[in-house]
């Protein structure tokens, strides 16, 4: 009797049970049209704001966030009612341990962090900050010190997160503070 047929068999259901199994951790809590108007609800209007950034805001936000900036382009949504600003959205995607995680950082108009939103998360759910962790980061601006394990706490069993995390919301309150808080300057 020849076994190569069942081995193939039984490789295509441990394969199957692999990639069920991988991809069922893979959670979308929301899309950018529902985060956005979660982050400004009484707003008129959301304008998308594209920012090609020059090598020196780069190396200025790198220094100030005290992390690296993977691409020179960025999006700001603002959020407008009857002309003034209700407040700034960005949306990051960034690699967590080996898979990625979408977050949208919510700031006020004064450019402190009103709050995060997971939109993503694809490492498994254990992984995932909570929203009391998130919320460690609230009224916070780029200069507050925002040093995990120092200022904001790890999470315990989720460092990759908490760093990763951690730096997505310093990057943007530090392109915040380049390119709108240095644009109101000039």
């Not at 190569?4 to 979308?28: E, R």
């Not at 780069?58 to 700001?76: C, H, M, N, P, Y």
């Not at 315990?156 to 908490?162: E, N």
Request: charged share 25%.
């Amino acid at each position: 009797m020849n076994n190569k047929p069942c081995n193939i068999v039984l490789l295509l259901i441990v394969v199957s049970i692999v990639l069920i199994t991988d991809y069922s951790a893979a959670t979308v809590f929301l899309t950018k049209d529902e985060a956005l108007g979660l982050a400004f609800p009484e707003a008129k209007n959301i304008e998308k704001k594209s920012f090609f950034l020059t090598n020196d805001q780069v190396d200025t936000i790198q220094k100030t966030a005290r992390t690296k900036v993977e691409s020179k382009l960025f999006l700001f949504y603002v959020g407008r009612k009857d002309g003034e600003v209700l407040g700034y959205a960005a949306i990051d995607t960034h690699i967590v341990r080996t898979k990625s995680q979408t977050i949208m950082v919510v700031l006020n108009p004064d450019g402190s962090h009103r709050y995060t939103e997971i939109l993503a998360f694809f490492e498994p759910p254990e992984y995932k900050a909570s929203q009391n962790w998130l919320d460690l980061f609230r009224n916070k601006k780029i200069d507050e010190g925002l040093r995990i394990g120092k200022d904001i706490p790890n999470i315990t069993g989720a460092t990759l997160t908490s760093h990763s995390t951690a730096n997505a919301v310093k990057k943007v309150l530090a392109v915040y503070e380049v390119l709108i808080k240095g644009a109101e300057k000039d």
